[in-house]
C-alpha cells in the first residue's frame, strides 16, 4: 500500500502563486503516471496535470501555460506549480499515482483563491 502525501496550498490571492508536493512512500521512479487531480464544491473531480515514467506531459485545457508538473525520483516527489491563480482554481487538489493494477490517492490538500 503506497502512501501519498500532499503539502502545500492553503489562500492565495488572484494572481499568486503556490506549489503542492506530493510525496511518496515508496520509490516512484518506475510508476507509470502520477498526477494532480482536483475538486471544487459540486463539482466531479477532474485531470488538472499528469507526468509519465518517461516525463511526458499532460494538462488539463484551464490550466495550461500556468500550472507545470515536474517530478523528483531521488526524493519521490511530485509537484505541482501552480501560477497566476485564479478563484476558479479554488478547490480540494489531489495527488494520484497510477501504475499496472495500481490506483492510489491522496488525502487532499485545499487550495483557496481568494482575495
Known amino acids: 500500500q503506497v502512501q501519498l502525501v500532499e503539502s502545500g496550498g492553503g489562500l492565495v490571492q488572484p494572481g499568486g502563486s503556490s506549489r503542492l508536493s506530493c510525496t511518496a512512500s515508496?520509490?516512484?521512479?518506475?510508476?507509470?503516471?502520477m498526477g494532480w487531480y482536483r475538486q471544487a464544491p459540486g463539482k466531479q473531480r477532474e485531470l488538472v496535470a499528469a507526468?509519465?515514467?518517461?516525463?511526458?506531459?499532460n494538462y488539463a485545457d484551464s490550466v495550461k501555460g500556468r500550472f507545470t508538473i515536474s517530478r523528483d525520483n531521488a526524493k519521490n516527489t511530485v509537484y505541482l506549480q501552480m501560477n497566476s491563480l485564479k478563484p476558479e482554481d479554488t478547490a480540494v487538489y489531489y495527488c494520484?499515482?497510477?501504475?499496472?493494477?495500481?490506483?492510489?490517492w491522496g488525502q487532499g490538500t485545499q487550495v483557496t483563491v481568494s482575495s
Open positions: 494520484n499515482l497510477k501504475d499496472l493494477g495500481s490506483n492510489y
Open positions: 515508496e520509490s516512484i521512479f518506475s510508476i507509470l503516471v
Open positions: 507526468i509519465t515514467r518517461g516525463g511526458s506531459t
